[in-house]
């Protein structure tokens, strides 16, 4: 399979650390000149960017969390004046505000330039047709790859997440040979296309597929109802969006594009930094960006990194798949909810009706995540008439829809039926296997 750019992907390692030091160095510089919130945190510890030489200096730097985004909130972590920010995106944030995230004109052409390198290493030349069913909007997926696909100079077909009539239908008589969406959306597509027998009039030979975890098994299943070879592709809003690590064709981890993205992995409690090959929470520095760098961002994702050579030649450490998260945050259909959003929206509506006690279940059926909240009503709605109820839920049910943009079954369940806890209370039970 073709390499982009192969004096950078597969760069020695020790060329490759001596690039990132001067990244690095460049980068300390430009948030502490830029940044209130980096300045401050950088004062409080006693360091100035004179005080950063290279990458052997990471750990010495304070860390940056999704919380810092909440506090700046909108653009108070942009490094650049707005009229040089060209686009936004937003993700959930722990509370009712979004994350917001800002990107230059060159901080674009890097994020198409890394999705264009995953998709070349799967093999996509510009002859093919790649159909994007990541959501466009707020969220990363759908521009993300849409950037990257226009990079590689292959057709895109700029479907959006949805409308699966259409999208099958595109698929066939466009001739799609490349699909990217989330794993949970693909199996749905694939299970829909088995229904209608249309497997045989695809064109599909690749499936590029993140933004959630999912299994080895999964993947199978997805090969297998759709006929192509499923890549992973991981990434977050905070450090780019998708395409901050992909596979190559050997499957075999993640290359972290090491020239834009430092990863280190920490012990989630004590902070310190790990061995290679250890499993704990990644943590990323952008060395490139201009109008949202971030500083070590504790992304709250489990894996470990292999910094062993690839088969492919890529010299660029590998991510295993994420086995979890350090926080409490879950996706479902896609979409990140936080627990606190949850309880944000029943504060609201609360009135008196339901009481603080709510428990969240996700469970996978037909491939589907199924999303239903459970909610303890008042003793006084309970002896209310049972319109009264309904209209609590349906109240329920549309502030969780505009907080979260998915919708969720809402149970307003007798008084003192959800099961208390003696110790923190369990507020989310997920019964999905990844
Ligand atoms: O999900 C960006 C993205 C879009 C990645 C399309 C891949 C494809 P956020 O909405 O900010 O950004 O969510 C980021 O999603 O911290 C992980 O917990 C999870 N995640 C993303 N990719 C993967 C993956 C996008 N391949 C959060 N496997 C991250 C497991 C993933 N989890």
Known sequence: MAIRNPSIECMPREQLEKLQSERLVAQVKHCY????????????????????????????????????????????????????IVRLHASSGTTGKRIVVGYTKDDLAMWADCVARMLEAVGLTKEDIVQVSYGYGLFTGGLGAHGGVEALGATVIPMSSGNTSLQIQNMVDFGATALCCTPSYAMY??????????????????????????????????????????????????????????????????????????????????????PAGATGELVFTTITKQGFPVIRYRT?????????????????????????RSDDMLIIRGVNVFPSQIEEVLLKVSGGDITPNYQIVVDRVNNTDTFDVNVEMSDALFADDIRSIEAVEKRINSGLRDMLGISAKVHLVNPKTIARSEGKAKRVIDNRKF
């Open 33 to 84: 000149d830029n940044v209130e919130c980096f300045r401050n945190r950088m004062n409080e510890k006693g360091l100035t960017p004179d005080d950063i030489h290279g990458i052997e200096d990471l750990s010495k730097l304070p860390f940056a969390y999704k919380s810092d985004l909440r506090d700046y909130y909108p653009f108070g972590l942009f490094a650049t004046p707005m009229s040089e």
């Open 300 to 324: 709250r994702d489990i894996c470990s990194l292999n910094y062993e050579p690839c088969k492919c030649g890529r010299t660029h450490v590998r991510m295993r798949k994420p086995s979890g």
């Open 189 to 274: 597509l694939g299970e829909e296309i088995e229904k209608l027998g249309l497997k045989d009039q695809l064109g599909l030979k690749v499936g590029i597929f993140g933004a959630e975890p999912w299994s080895e098994d999964m993947r199978k299943q997805i090969e297998d109802k759709l006929g192509l070879r499923a890549y992973d592709i991981y990434g977050l809003s905070e450090i780019l969006g998708p395409g901050v690590a992909c596979e190559c064709e050997h499957q075999c981890g993640m290359h972290v594009w090491e020239d834009h993205f430092i990863p280190e992995i920490i012990d989630p409690d004590t902070c310190e930094v790990l």
